[in-house]
């Protein structure tokens, strides 16, 4: 299984809202990473979580709050988002050690009124 | 600051014929390279990779190229299908798990 799966597919929400996006991978990676990607633009990075601890953050605003409540399941909570937080937000994962390769979920197309 | 770019931003393909995708890097102690491919709706999905100890390596229909000299890597995809359109991007490893990505080449295959 080389699945990332990302759930909502699509969410909508208004700037005082509190919402979740949730991120699940089965191949026992123990690296996941948050990007945010703007159309017609390459993914940022955004979070990194090794070994279920926040290792990297890409200096993003306190309104975006990542989790990690085990190996398999990532989270980004959102609140009180601004209209240019609307974007993709793509999940992927990796393994720690080896190789670099990052696998990427379909990703949660947000829009923020 | 360093980072990975691509030449074009489109490119469009006869079907059938070959592509090449190109990308200029600068970070010159990045040792990891990678091809993604982003369809419309959908996440990148990893094409290619190589490493910096390598000029070449082959997978299905698809070539990439690594030029250290002159800090140029390249994707080749053979007979192009129409399935190939998409965008694509090259990204490099800058360590700590960080992937520095490319503006990216959108592919556009004509029947």
């Known amino acids: 299984d080389t699945e990332v799966t990302q759930t909502p597919k699509h969410l909508v929400m208004g700037m005082t809202n509190k919402k979740s996006l949730k991120c699940e991978q089965h191949?026992?990676?123990?690296?996941m990473y948050w990007y945010k990607q703007k159309a017609k633009k390459p993914p940022e990075l955004m979070f990194v979580?090794?070994?279920?601890?926040?290792?990297i953050n890409e200096s993003v605003p306190s309104r975006f709050s990542p989790e990690c409540p085990n190996s398999s399941l990532l989270n980004l909570h959102l609140h009180a988002l601004q209209p240019e937080d609307s974007a993709l937000y793509l999940c992927?994962?990796?393994?720690?050690?080896?190789?670099?390769?990052?696998?990427f979920g379909p990703g949660t197309r947000l829009t923020v009124t | 600051g360093e980072s990975v770019g691509l030449h074009l931003p489109t490119l469009s393909v006869q079907e059938g014929d070959n592509s090449i995708i190109n990308c200029a890097y600068s970070?010159?102690?990045?040792?990891?390279f990678i091809w993604y491919k982003q369809e419309s709706g959908k996440g990148p999905q990893f094409i290619i990779d190589?490493?910096?100890?390598?000029d070449k390596r082959q997978g299905q229909r698809v070539t990439v190229l690594l030029n250290k000299t002159v800090k140029h890597l390249s994707l080749q995809i053979a007979a192009t299908q129409p399935g190939d359109s998409a965008v694509y991007f090259c990204?490099?490893?800058?360590?700590?798990?960080?992937?520095?990505f490319g503006a990216g080449t959108t592919v556009t295959v004509r029947a």
């Open positions: 191949m026992g990676h123990r690296a």
């Open positions: 190589i490493r910096s100890n390598m």
């Open positions: 992927a994962s990796s393994q720690v050690t080896g190789g670099y390769e990052q696998y």
């Open positions: 990204a490099e490893n800058k360590g700590d798990y960080k992937l520095s």
């Open positions: 970070n010159s102690a990045s040792d990891y």
């Open positions: 979580y090794s070994y279920e601890k926040l290792s």
